[in-house]
């Protein structure tokens, strides 16, 4: 029982602590001045210190984040399903999409910019861009790998393609929708970032850019550090949504 | 004597229940997941009757076309040529009246056990009270009352394999088709999953036809073994079982028990019969 906590809280923290040592070493041993590499407390004061302007941005950044996320699945299930389904569509766009998952698709976000200017859609679009293709891909390949068990019994049964894909064939590509969409919540907030640097007046991914321009260093680390935290928050989220959907699987904590 | 589908070529006004008149199955190079460019005779003029409420075993080497024969006969996948009538049906589609038990439990991970059970039903779309009730008395049939609100997962094979027979059961089928059901499962729990299959047989009046790798499985369980050549699968044999039911494990130590297993032995080509020269390949 204590054994478990130390093991579970101890040798985190643990790891913390030495990470936090190192910073201050390399700091205090490379006589680093605060604008090349602020020690910890610095940033932790900046962080105190703007809070409310990191929440702001922070907030911006998060909206950003799971709309795009929330469009990327919107649009990218019904997809998966028609391609799933159809085989001329599978045909048609599968190796298509297999293909262009492979494409750095944030080299586009200049572009996009371009198109749908410097405000809220051009970092939606940028997020879904980035999230939509994990989530077709994953579910597609799930909505296809149905056992051939479960198929032939619903068959036998003679269940109607309404019923075959709402009892068995959906559930059974759960899994897979699961861990695509969490590959994409961690893309979007990549997406979203991306969108800010190249162009945009308010959101993290701004303030950790006009912070270094202007040599504020600090706060800039504050604002990758929230950064961090809304990463971690919204794939909790998406943990969260999965442990609601699919209750059936173990804990992800327990799958490794 | 070994020609029983010359018998059936008679056509006799009294029908059986079940009739597998020369079915024949090639699976042409283009249909589904051949990926060879020859098309495979699965199956070649393979006849057979059986009466309701027959327990009938399928015994063939492997990949002699017993799964694709069941597949026909649930009216699952086309035949190529040949007719399969079950009680008054010419099967061409699937008829919705039969219970499916495959090697693997395929259960769904997502449901409970009793779910699991009663999937058959929401399918039917009769899943009332008496439904859950049934499923409930099926459980408690298998000995897995216990069990009703658990997942698959945390069962152990032999008690899923018993959910997936609970959920072949639960719409009253008339006929139960069984792909290999116990062939996962150590020589213990299949034991004791033919004598349960035995009394569930007694029970429900049910005819099932009973895919098996095993000589001594088919024999135990059987009022007939269909024996199947190597590929293109014929039948080689039909061979009545003559022991009295209820059977019990003693029944595979009498004399009539190993006689059947021997005439079954010879007919798959694993003895060679009668002199004793030449080895089995
Ligand atoms: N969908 C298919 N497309 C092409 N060939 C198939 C298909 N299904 C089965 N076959 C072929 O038909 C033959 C019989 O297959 P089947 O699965 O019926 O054998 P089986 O007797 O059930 O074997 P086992 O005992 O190993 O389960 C095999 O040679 C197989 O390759
Ligand atoms: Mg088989």
């Known amino acids: 029982m204590m054994s478990r906590l130390v093991a579970q809280i101890g040798y985190p923290l643990a790891g913390v602590a030495f990470i936090l040592a190192a910073w201050v070493f390399v700091c205090w041993a490379g006589n680093l001045p605060t604008v090349v590499l602020p020690t910890p407390d610095k940033v932790f004061y900046a962080f105190i210190a703007r809070f409310d302007l990191l929440v702001s941005e922070g907030w911006v950044t998060l909206k950003e984040t799971l709309y795009g996320f929330l469009l990327a699945l919107v649009i990218g299930l019904p997809m998966a399903v028609a391609v799933a389904n159809s085989r001329p569509l599978n045909l048609m766009f599968y190796p298509l999409l297999i ?69 068995v064939q959906f559930p059974a590509a759960l899994p897979f929708v699961i861990t695509g969409a969490k590959v994409a919540i961690t893309l979007a907030v990549i997406g979203a970032v991306i969108g800010e640097f190249v162009g945009s007046s308010e959101g993290l991914g701004f303030l950790l850019l006009s912070a270094t321009s202007q040599l504020d260093t600090p706060l800039a680390f504050a604002a990758l550090f929230a950064l961090s935290v809304l990463g971690m928050f919204v794939y909790l989220l998406v943990e969260l949504a999965e442990r609601l959907a699919a209750p059936w699987l173990p804990p992800p904590s327990q799958r490794h | 004597m070994d020609r029983p589908h010359l018998e059936t070529l008679t056509i006799e006004p009294q029908m059986a229940f079940g009739s597998i008149k020369n079915v024949s199955k090639i699976f042409s190079a283009g249909e589904l997941l051949s990926r060879s460019a020859e098309p495979v005779v699965a199956l070649d003029d393979a006849s057979f009757d059986f009466e309701q409420g027959q327990l009938v075993s399928l015994l063939g080497p492997s990949g002699c076309g017993k799964t694709t024969l069941l597949r026909i006969v649930a009216g699952l996948i086309p035949k190529t040529s040949g007719s399969v009538v079950i009680g008054d049906h010419e099967v061409v589609e699937p008829l919705g009246d039969y219970g499916f038990v495959f090697q693997s439990p395929s259960l769904m991970p997502w449901r409970t056990v009793i779910d699991n059970v009663l999937f058959p039903m929401e399918i039917l779309k009769r899943n009332n009270k008496a439904a859950r009730q049934r499923a409930g008395e099926l459980l408690e049939l298998v000995g897995l009352s216990g069990f009703v609100g658990a997942r698959p997962h945390q069962l152990s094979g032999g008690m899923q394999q018993r959910v997936a027979l609970c959920r072949a059961l639960i719409h009253a089928p008339q006929l139960l088709l069984m792909d290999e059901p116990f062939g996962a499962l150590d020589e213990l729990t299949r034991m004791e999953m033919n004598d349960l299959l035995l009394r569930i047989r007694r029970e429900t009046g049910a005819s099932v036809l009973f895919v098996t790798h095993s000589i001594s499985e088919a024999i135990y369980l059987s009022d007939k073994v269909i024996v199947f050549s190597r590929r293109p699968a014929r039948v080689a044999q039909e061979i009545p079982i003559d022991l009295p039911y209820p059977r019990s494990q003693r029944t595979r130590f009498t004399p009539a028990f190993t006689q059947a297993e021997r005439i079954a032995s010879e007919a798959l080509g694993v003895l060679p019969p009668v002199d004793e020269k030449g080895t089995p390949s």
């Open chain 1, 99 to 167: 293909g262009l998952q492979s494409v750095p698709k944030v080299a586009l976000a200049p572009i996009v910019l371009v198109w749908l200017g410097t405000g809220m859609e051009s970092k939606l679009a940028i997020v879904w861009l980035v999230a939509f293709f994990p989530i077709i891909v994953d579910t597609v390949a799930g909505l296809r790998s149905t056992p051939r068990e479960l198929l032939e019994l619903a068959d036998s049964l003679r269940a109607s393609r309404l019923q075959i894909f709402l009892k």
